[in-house]
């Protein structure tokens, strides 16, 4: 991040984000969804899974069922998912070259999405006559919300009053929709 931007582009400070309505807050999963789900519609339960709980936090009347679902929940499918992965590893598939293959390929996919935000971001900030960070567009991976968070990490280091995180998250948020889709585009391509 620091390699392809300037002090003067990571010193760049945002104007303040406007503040968003109930109603916005309320129609944007179910837009998001109605759209994916038209263009899409493989990846339509996915997007649909993933508003679904943005729908709940935001509606405000299924305060159960949003604290179920970022806790309880939550927990146990994560628990249910580590246990499911690691009882179905086999260790010659992981002590070996194409496991090793998949982890580079990963790795290099990370630094290019991260290269290709920051480069998009550049373009930004040169349109808009020095107003966009460059660095928010380093958060377009789908890595929420580290992603977002190094941005503002590196955002402060240049200048430690900056606040780039909530600009940040835009992006992030954007990258999560966009690897829904293709996880459902490949779903839908790719016999299992």
């Known amino acids: 991040m620091r390699l392809l931007t300037t002090k003067k582009e990571r010193m760049v400070r945002m104007e303040t984000l406007r503040t968003v309505s109930k109603t916005e807050k309320i129609i944007f999963p179910i837009a998001v969804t109605v759209i994916i789900a038209l263009l899409v519609p493989s990846a339509a339960p ?3 899974m993933l508003m679904l709980g943005n729908l709940f936090r935001e509606s405000g009347v299924v305060e159960r069922l949003t ?4 806790n309880e929940l939550m927990n146990i499918i994560t628990i249910f998912l580590g246990i499911s992965v690691g009882a179905t590893t086999v260790a010659e598939k992981i002590i070996s070259f194409a496991f090793l293959k998949v982890i580079l390929l990963g790795a ?11 480069l998009f971001g550049k373009i930004m900030y040169w349109v808009t006559g020095g107003k966009v960070n460059p660095l928010i567009g380093s958060a ?13 990490k590196v955002g402060a280091e240049a200048d430690p009053t900056n606040f ?7 992006p992030n ?7 829904a889709v293709a996880a459902g585009v490949l779903l839908s391509i790719i016999p299992y």
Do not use: D, E
């Open 67 to 70: 604290k179920t679902a970022q």
């Open 46 to 48: 996915l997007v649909g």
């Open 140 to 152: 377009g991976v789908s890595a929420v919300p580290m992603a977002a968070r190094q941005s503002q």
């Open 164 to 170: 780039l995180l909530m600009h940040a998250m835009g």
């Open 108 to 118: 290099a996919a990370f630094a290019v999405g991260t290269a290709s935000g920051l």
């Open 173 to 179: 948020v954007a990258g999560v929709i966009g690897s």
